[in-house]
């Protein structure tokens, strides 16, 4: 199964059920009170002329000739290319341009309209058609990969109906929802459900924050409104979960106010400006929690500080975060979406725990950018450490070269370890460099040594550099 993007290639066939299934399907339907039906029609009626449909068209490009990524059918030489594959630097076009439909709704009565990243990504030509069939050329005013979501601009001659856009806050699971957009190129389809979990974290970036429903979403729906029962807009639709490309009842949209956020910021330059802190983070275990000897596994739990970051001198490696301008942080795909949405410059308050006590922190908020990774490991010198299960070596230049971690990192690197060891357990690999053990430093085989024999906590919390990044780990010392 997989995560898929709900945008749609026009297809060359299409199926229909058959009379006989759509009526035992029908039958098979809940019927809803006449007042409820009536209230849900009237407000479809009301938001339809919002909705609209994407259409993205991407030129034919050459494409190398090699096996089965290549379509051959209609070259004379097809069927051997097929099985051998084309000769080396041989291109044929592609048989023609593709286009792609989605869905979007109208922002603004200027004509701002918001759909998908993914919905026009690549395209050479946008084209909306409003929901009475007028069409018109788009400018791509900005996207932001991130959160998957795009402002276009059509000129229309006249003012259009925009949405209201809702608090995706304040909406709670179990509540109605309906979903508007032109699944498999069908305008203007209508599908209900209700919302089925809040703040999903399905993988598409650390800004992205995803109401899931089962109102059912299509090939083609990208882009499209998701609707409270108060006709405004409370996510956008963005992505399904399926085996097959079609709904199985799990869809997922990007929330409202992350919309907000993006769309203002695309419409001022459009670029995304986003906070910053410059930590690395992860999830409180209730291994790791038993480590830092706090009773709730609950935070995000920094691994690392970037230097010169906004963080840099005022966190700690070991600090957890609890609250963020007041917004609890109860896991660590929720502290980046907070600090994402944050305007540059602002000064903002953070609750940490550190050496299990809670700290007021005061940071400014500095610019996003993009990591850096740090490329450096192995050698002789080992230890043995049979409280952990593993042998170590001191990080020379040659071992840095080896495992990649930074100049600036110090250790021990882990050259081999004991099936079944308390550090295989825990998840250390080959090439994992111990930083630190406890609340000592283990820049050399002797400190780790030493760590072990002065460790009094069990499990032992362990930072170790995998490639250039540095989590925390707990170790059972034995």
């Given amino acids: 199964m997989s995560i898929r993007k709900s945008s749609l290639l026009l297809p060359s066939t ?28 009237d407000l479809v009626e009301t938001v339809s002329p919002s909705v609209v449909t994407i259409i993205a068209k991407q030129d034919a490009t050459p494409k190398q000739a090699q096996g089965q990524d290549f379509n051959f059918e209609g070259h004379p030489f097809g069927e051997f290319f097929e099985r051998f594959g084309g000769p080396e630097g041989f291109n044929m076009p592609q048989r023609g341009p593709s286009q792609g439909l989605g869905s979007g709704f109208v922002l603004d009565e200027a004509g701002y309209i918001v759909t998908n990243h993914h919905v026009v990504d690549n395209a050479t030509e946008v084209t909306v058609r409003l929901s009475d069939d007028r069409t018109f050329q788009a400018e791509v005013i900005g996207t932001d990969p991130l959160t998957d979501i795009a402002v276009l601009k059509i000129d ?3 003012d259009l109906q925009a949405v209201e856009m809702g608090d995706s806050d304040v909406i709670r699971v179990g509540e109605d929802v309906v979903a508007i957009g032109n699944p498999f190129g069908l305008n203007a389809t209508v599908t209900t459900g209700i919302v089925s979990a809040k703040g999903r974290n399905i993988s598409e970036g650390p800004y992205a924050e995803f109401i899931q429903t089962d109102a059912a979403i299509n090939k083609g729906n990208s882009g499209g409104p998701l609707f409270n029962m108060e006709g405004e807009v409370i996510g956008v639709n963005s992505a399904i979960y399926s085996p097959s490309g079609g709904s199985v009842g799990l869809g997922f949209a990007v929330t409202s106010n992350i919309v907000d956020h993006i769309t203002a910021d695309l419409l001022d330059d459009g670029e995304v400006s986003r906070g910053w802190l410059g930590v690395s983070i992860q999830n409180v275990s209730p291994e790791l929690a038993a480590a830092l000897g706090i009773d709730v596994a609950t935070g995000a739990l920094v691994s690392d500080v970037v230097p010169d970051s906004p963080a840099d001198g005022v966190l700690q490696q070991g600090d957890v975060i609890l609250t963020f301008n007041d917004d609890a942080v109860e896991s660590s795909n929720e502290l980046p979406v907070l600090v994402g949405t944050t305007k540059v410059g602002t000064d903002s308050t953070l ?24 490329t450096d490991s192995v050698a ?29 990192v110090d250790g021990v690197v882990v050259t081999d370890l004991q099936p079944e060891s308390p550090a295989a357990k825990a998840g250390l690999q080959r090439g994992d460099v111990i930083v630190r053990l406890g609340n000592l430093d283990t820049v050399s085989p002797d400190a780790l040594k030493e760590a072990l024999e002065s460790e009094k906590t069990d499990p032992a919390l362990v930072l170790i550099n995998r490639g250039g990044n540095q989590i925390f780990v707990a170790v059972e010392i034995v």
């Fill in 156 to 158: 229309a001659g006249e």
């Fill in 14 to 41: 299409s199926s229909w059920m058959g009379a006989g299934a759509l009526g035992a399907a029908m039958l098979a339907t809940t019927v809803l009170p006449a007042m409820a039906d009536e209230a849900l029609a």
């Fill in 380 to 408: 002789e010198d080992k230890f043995e450490g049979t409280k952990l299960g593993v042998i170590v070596a001191p990080l020379t230049e040659s071992a840095r070269a080896e495992v990649g971690v930074a100049e600036s």
């Fill in 351 to 374: 609750t940490v725990l550190r050496n299990g006590k809670e700290e007021q922190i005061k940071l400014t908020i500095g610019q996003h950018q993009a990591a850096s990774a740090a």
